[in-house]
Structures are given as structure tokens and as C-alpha cells.
């Protein structure tokens, strides 16, 4: 059932060509360059007299989520605000029946999430829900909502679920830049075309960096503690990076946006500490290098995920791992996949049962 590979992690990391093509398939016509996502039409009035738009989540659901954040922002200058579910549904927060929350979840079936849409309803709230499970509990609630397709997923650590998240959210995204009106046909068209694109770069990723990566995690998996660095679009995955590592190694790791080291964090730099920078090639690169600067100066270990033909930040690390080059909205899709890779062989070199992580549950359904 493992279909050849030794553990489930690692055949849903594989998997992902085919699932993000999935989460993609029926709803984003490519050709066309028009995406169907009948949830969102169904909720369309909503959406246009929204304020602000609220998604709650736990866990890597709520990092798919921070990246919307950014994404709906750009492209929907819709105000965005991310919320850890369990804080969320405790604090009392001030909502209207303007209102429309999304709620990402795996399983559909995360007690604080489903518990904070559950306040958010009876508030007059709308709810969207980006959910893998269908029939779920979280799925039942919403009033609307796109299901990912990432098919089951056995492993603990989510990795498929994570990247049909974020390929839905795309879709939601640009499905309401263009009822909004507020994208550029050039850039509607860009970034449809990339996005239709991630299967392959995806599968290219795979059969190209896994015995690099494999290498990579053999130098680094004595490691104490690990950094994960990154800017804009990709801080989201410098997050979702450090949570994989946690969870897989036990190794401690923190992610952070690249600026902030500066103001706390670099009193870790030392040789012992590998500083992973998610780096590929976008409009903060240059501020990016000379963070990577500012460790490799402190004799810090930089390993970095970058585009393919970027000669600076490959001189400059240690070591790299590399992925196609596309849209920066679009990266993060392509980077976090080296960053699953790394965390997988890393728990394996260390012993680990890396489908079950100890302490750890599928779904979260006690708070
Ligand atoms: O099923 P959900 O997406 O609601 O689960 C949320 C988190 O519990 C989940 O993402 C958790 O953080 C995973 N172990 C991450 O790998």
C-alpha cells in the first residue's frame, strides 16, 4: 500500500505532481485561462462586500493560509487576516455577517477550527472551507467551499494536503481578483499558466534534487538546532519548513522572516548552526543574499533552496537545492518540496518512525 516506497511521508511527497494536478483539474482551464470554482461564484455578493476576508486554521493549514494572506492581498486588495483557530475562537473577536472566513483544514475535523467557524456562523459569518476530507465535519458547516483532492493522507506530517491548499487558494485567489477586477489580464494570464505548470516542475524537482537532498540531509542530520529563513511569499514555507523538521527529527527548528534575524535570532549563529534560506529568485533576492551574507560572516552553515541558474546564492552556500524558476507568487509551491525532502531524510537518518511521530496525532480533535 506504500506503493514501493518505504513510508507513507515519502510517497505523498512523491505523489504530488499528480495531486496538485488534481486540486487543479476541472478548474482551471489553462487554455481558456478561466477557472471554474463553483464555491466562490455561489458566494460571489459575499465576497465583493467583504471588508476583510479572516481564515483560521492550525498548524500547516494555518501556513497555507499565511500565504493567502499575501496572495489575496496583492491580487484581491481584500484585507486578510490569518488566525490561529484556537486563539481565534477564545479571544472574542469582533465579527459581522460582512465577514467571510476561510477555513483551511486537512481533515476537516480540528476541534479549533471547527468550533471557531461554529462562533463565527452564529455571528452572521460566512464561511468558506478549504477542506481534504470530504463529508468532514468543517466541510458539512461551510457554506461554501472547494475541496483540495489530495486524496488520504497517512503520514502525520501533512505534505500533499499542504501544496492542494495552496493550489486551491491560488485558484480562490485569482477567481476573485478577476470578480473583483482587480488583476492585470497580463498577470491573470502569467500567473494561470504557471500555476498549471507546478506538475511538472514538481515531478522535475523529484527526479532531479532527491539524491542531492538525500546528500544534504546526510551532512546535517547530527545537527541541534536548525534556522529557516525566508521573505515574502516565501516566509510562509520558511514556517512550514521548520514545523516539517520538528516534526519528523525532533530536531529543534525555528522559522523566521530572513529580516527579523537581525533582531534576535543571529545570537544563535555559530558553526554548529545550519541557517536553511528558502531563496529563490524574486523581488527581495538582493535583500535576501546579504542575509545570507550576514550568516555565512558569523560562520554559519547556509543551505538554500534557489532557482535554477542562480550562480549567487550557489557560491555563496553551502549547500543548495534547486527548483525551477517561475512567478514568485507562484514559488512558494516549488520550494517547499525540497524542504519536505530534507525534513524526511533527516528523521530517517536519525532512526525515526517518520510516519508516526511520537505525541503527534492525524487530526487534532480534542483542543
Ligand atoms: O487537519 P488539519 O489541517 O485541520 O490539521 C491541522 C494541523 O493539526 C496539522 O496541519 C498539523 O500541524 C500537522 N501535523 C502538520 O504536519
Known amino acids: 500500500e506504500k506503493g514501493g516506497f518505504d513510508h507513507f511521508m515519502l510517497k505523498e511527497i512523491f505523489e504530488q505532481p499528480q495531486t496538485i494536478f488534481d486540486s487543479l483539474r476541472g478548474r482551471l482551464d489553462a487554455v481558456q485561462q478561466t477557472i471554474t470554482l463553483s464555491g466562490v461564484e455561489k458566494i460571489a455578493d459575499k465576497l465583493l462586500a467583504a471588508d476583510r476576508i479572516i481564515i483560521v486554521a492550525c498548524g500547516t493549514s494555518w501556513h497555507a493560509g499565511l500565504l493567502a494572506e499575501y496572495v489575496i492581498e496583492e491580487l484581491c486588495r481584500i484585507n486578510v487576516e490569518v488566525e490561529y483557530a484556537s486563539e481565534f475562537r477564545y479571544r472574542?473577536?469582533?465579527?459581522?455577517?460582512?465577514?467571510?472566513?476561510?477555513?483551511?483544514?486537512?481533515?476537516?475535523?480540528?476541534?479549533?477550527?471547527?468550533?471557531?467557524?461554529?462562533?463565527?456562523?452564529?455571528?452572521?459569518?460566512t464561511i468558506f472551507g478549504i477542506v481534504n476530507v470530504v463529508g468532514s465535519s468543517i466541510a458539512r458547516l461551510s457554506d461554501a467551499g472547494a475541496y483540495t483532492h489530495a486524496g488520504?493522507?497517512?503520514?502525520?506530517?501533512?505534505?500533499?494536503?499542504?501544496?492542494?491548499?495552496?493550489?486551491?487558494?491560488?485558484?480562490?485567489?485569482?477567481?476573485?481578483?478577476?470578480?473583483?477586477?482587480?488583476?492585470?489580464?497580463?498577470?491573470?494570464?502569467?500567473?494561470?499558466?504557471?500555476?498549471?505548470?507546478?506538475?511538472?516542475?514538481?515531478?522535475?524537482?523529484?527526479?532531479?534534487?532527491?539524491?542531492?537532498?538525500?546528500?544534504?540531509?546526510?551532512?546535517?542530520?547530527?545537527?541541534r538546532d536548525f534556522l529557516y529563513l525566508g521573505r515574502g511569499y516565501n516566509f510562509p514555507i520558511a514556517l512550514e519548513g521548520a514545523l516539517k523538521l520538528k516534526e519528523i527529527s525532533y530536531i529543534h527548528a525555528e522559522g523566521y522572516p530572513a529580516a527579523e534575524m537581525k533582531h534576535g535570532p543571529i545570537a544563535l549563529v555559530d558553526e554548529n548552526l545550519p541557517v536553511v534560506f528558502v531563496a529563490t529568485k524574486d523581488s527581495y533576492h538582493e535583500k535576501i543574499v546579504s542575509n545570507i551574507q550576514e550568516i555565512k560572516a558569523r560562520k554559519g552553515k547556509v543551505i538554500a533552496v534557489v532557482s535554477e541558474g542562480d550562480s549567487v546564492v550557489t557560491d555563496l552556500a553551502d549547500d543548495v537545492m534547486t527548483v525551477p524558476q517561475i512567478h514568485e507568487i507562484i514559488a512558494p509551491l516549488l520550494s517547499v518540496i525540497p524542504l519536505q525532502l530534507l525534513s524526511y531524510y533527516i528523521g530517517v537518518n536519525r532512526g525515526l518512525d517518520v510516519d508516526k511521530p511520537r505525541n503527534l496525532a492525524k487530526s487534532v480533535t480534542v483542543e
Open 92 to 125: 472574542n473577536p469582533i465579527i459581522t455577517d460582512k465577514d467571510v472566513i476561510i477555513a483551511v483544514s486537512q481533515s476537516g475535523e480540528t476541534a479549533d477550527t471547527l468550533v471557531a467557524i461554529e462562533n463565527a456562523k452564529k455571528q452572521g459569518a
Open 152 to 223: 488520504p493522507e497517512i503520514g502525520v506530517a501533512s505534505t500533499k494536503a499542504f501544496t492542494a491548499q495552496l493550489a486551491v487558494l491560488y485558484l480562490v485567489a485569482l477567481k476573485v481578483a478577476r470578480i473583483k477586477g482587480t488583476i492585470e489580464d497580463t498577470l491573470y494570464d502569467r500567473l494561470s499558466a504557471d500555476l498549471a505548470k507546478v506538475p511538472e516542475y514538481v515531478q522535475q524537482i523529484l527526479d532531479k534534487q532527491d539524491m542531492i537532498i538525500r546528500a544534504v540531509a546526510a551532512k546535517y542530520s547530527d545537527a
